[in-house]
Nanobody, 115 residues
């Protein structure tokens, strides 16, 4: 069974930066596409950034010009560099990827932006 494991969450002050990582438990089969979603308390899960199957990148308007998604396709890992963070970025961040025809989700990592 494929697992996605996120890391890098934590507490950061407004204006600060964090880098999230997501690693899959397998390397011998591509997990594509991959991306990041987030869910704040009492809100629905929303897209943050993702790679499409053909490699195009999509960002939520709220994070454009602040967040950067990147990946290592060979190792089935995806990263999210978050800069100029705001309190409204506070949420649980989830990594997701498609393994064959199955969508897999990580367990989530908490990101809190507060002074």
């Amino acid at each position: 069974q494929v697992q996605l494991v996120e890391s890098g969450g934590g507490l950061v002050q407004p204006g600060g930066s964090l880098r999230l990582s997501c690693a899959a438990s397998i390397f011998n089969f591509p997990i594509n596409p991959m991306g990041w979603y987030r869910q704040a308390p009492e809100k629905e899960r929303e897209l943050v950034a993702r790679f499409s199957r053909d490699g195009n990148i999509e960002y939520a308007d709220s994070v454009k010009d602040r967040f950067i998604i990147s990946r290592n396709k060979a190792r089935n890992t995806v990263f999210l560099q978050m800069n100029a963070m705001k309190p409204e970025d506070t949420a649980v961040y989830y990594c997701t990827g498609t393994y064959g025809s199955t969508v897999v989700w990580g367990q989530g990592t908490q990101v809190t932006v507060s002074s």
